[in-house]
């Protein structure tokens, strides 16, 4: 069994995506090639926005967002304390200081209550300007833009969304990547929707901060290649990605988005009534990039990881160290986030992918009923 089966989509998809990538080298246009507009175009269009602009990874898609804003020392930006470092790791890049804020237990994600505490904290203290919120959409569920928009909007923060985990995702009939002021992805091949390679994306509704991405993305280059009227980076994705891109995207929006969702209720129809399973409220959608149930301790998840180990199942912890305990952050002012903390012991994460099939659920259900 394998937790994410790249190779099961694979196998249903090869002939498109051998034809796409033969196509690419035939072609021999490896760098900015015709899929790469083609993909923007078709990635802008199901998000919901009017730009979209694809860079090499996920983590640059990220600081692109924070350069845009020109978020750099002296700035104050909130993160949520459970998620992957990236989130953070870029705040930092920039010469800003990252603010780690609790999570939600039910859900995962930016609690917004806790937001608020830490914009008023820092206001208070002086030292920083607040400047922009990242809010995550872990496992594949949006945060809560509701209440996280009116927090950024009372305050004066741009909201950044961190769509890595979340696209495909949903919250009131509008899709992920479309909740912040910028928002991103990443095309990391285990991701919804994931390349064989690095890759990622930023999306706007504004024009002017479109073409500013599209300049630094590739060495701040002007009106052609050799004028360079900023310092930029050199950020692009390859057409080979792109072109795998297509063919995957088609199947996300055809059949797998609704295949990991028909995967997420059979387990929770079987768990349910033994272990806490994934919270998803009213009115949002997961595009379920983890299926993550809640334990009771660090060594009954750690038992019950070994156990379903030697059975064949393979299970994944994210993540077992919050952001505030991250030896990188060390020199930061001390916070305190219990929730994450407890989050970091205790959760585990399922097989999940579009692929799964009810006698695999089926399987993992029984082996972790026993143990339960």
């Not at 091949?189 to 890759?199: F, Q």
């Not at 050799?226 to 995207?249: C, E, F, H, W």
């Not at 990881?305 to 919050?322: D, R």
Request: charged share 20%; aromatic share 10%; glycine share 10%.
């Amino acid at each position: 069994m394998q937790f994410r089966d790249l190779k099961a989509q694979y196998a249903a998809l090869k002939t498109e995506i051998d034809a796409a990538m033969q196509q690419v080298a035939g072609d021999g246009n490896f760098i900015s090639g015709a899929q790469v507009a083609e993909l923007e175009e078709a990635l802008a269009e199901y998000v919901g926005v009017k730009h979209c602009v694809t860079c090499g990874n996920g983590t640059d898609a990220l600081t692109m967002a924070l350069m845009s804003w020109e978020i750099g020392p002296g700035d104050a930006v909130f993160v949520p304390d459970f998620t992957f470092f990236a989130s953070g790791e870029v705040v930092s890049f920039e010469g800003a200081t990252p603010i780690f804020v609790d999570v939600e237990a039910d859900t995962f994600n930016l609690d917004p209550v806790r937001l608020e505490e830490a914009v008023l904290a820092v206001k208070e203290e002086g030292k920083l300007t607040p400047r922009a919120v990242v809010a995550v959409d872990l496992f594949g569920l949006p945060a809560d833009y509701r209440s996280i928009r009116a927090v950024a909007r009372k305050y004066g923060l741009l909201l950044l969304e961190d769509g890595a985990q979340g696209f495909g995702g949903s919250l009131d009939g509008r899709r992920a990547c479309s909740f912040g002021d910028i928002s991103t992805t990443s095309f990391f091949p285990a991701k919804p929707l994931g390349c064989y390679g690095d890759g990622g994306a930023v999306f706007t509704d504004d024009e002017a901060t479109a073409d500013y991405l599209r300049s630094i993305r590739v060495h701040g280059k002007g009106s052609f290649k050799y004028d360079n009227v900023r310092i930029g980076m050199n950020s692009r994705l390859d057409t080979l990605q792109a072109a795998i891109l297509l063919p995957k995207l088609r199947a996300f929006r055809e059949y797998e988005l609704e295949a990991v969702n028909r995967a997420a209720g059979w387990y929770t129809e079987r768990l349910a009534d033994v272990v806490k399973t994934p919270v998803v409220p009213e009115g949002f959608g997961s595009s379920w990039a983890q299926y993550t149930i809640t334990l009771e301790s660090r060594e009954q998840r750690d038992g019950i990881q070994a156990a379903l180990k030697e059975q064949g199942i393979p299970t994944m912890v994210y993540y077992p160290k919050p952001m505030h305990a991250q030896t990188a952050f060390a020199g930061l002012p001390p916070v305190s986030c219990p929730v994450s903390d407890r989050l970091c012991g205790c959760v585990l994460s399922l097989p999940m992918h579009p692929y799964l099939g009810e006698g695999n659920v089926e399987f993992v259900c029984e082996a972790l009923r026993k143990l339960l």
